[in-house]
Nanobody
Framework: QVQLVESGGDLVQPGGSLRLSCAAS????????MGWFRQAPGKEREFVAR????????IYADSVKGRFAISKDNAKNTVYLQMNSLKVDDTAVYYC??????????WGKGTLVTVSS
């Protein structure tokens, strides 16, 4: 089993930046991709970004292209989400997920990002 722990959520002003981290443990060798989703109050969870664990292929939601960047540090078993030019609409709980070679999906508990002046 893969365990995921997110961190880095905070209150930030519009236009500001924040970096989220997702540390993975257990079953690392089974991970195929890792990604970020977010869920705003009263809305469904939506995809933000994904990165392949071995090759580094990247995918972004249109709403964050050019503002957010996903990256990974395989030595630390950690995935990051650098968020720049934050907007009020980016306010949400951000979740990390890991998808394995056998198509299992694991989720972290989330970290809250609030963008407000």
């Amino acid at each position: 089993q893969v365990q995921l722990v997110e961190s880095g959520g905070d209150l930030v002003q519009p236009g500001g930046s924040l970096r989220l981290s997702c540390a993975a443990s257990g079953g690392i060798d089974s991970i195929k991709t890792m990604g970020w989703f977010r869920q705003a109050p009263g809305k469904e969870r939506e995809f933000v970004a994904r990165i392949s664990w071995s090759g580094g292929d990247l995918i972004y939601a249109d709403s964050v292209k050019g503002r957010f960047a996903i990256s990974k540090d395989n030595a630390k078993n950690t995935v990051y989400l650098q968020m720049n030019s934050l907007k009020v609409d980016d306010t949400a709980v951000y979740y990390c997920d890991a998808r394995t070679l056998l198509s299992f999906v694991y989720w972290g508990k989330g970290t809250l990002v609030t963008v407000s002046s």
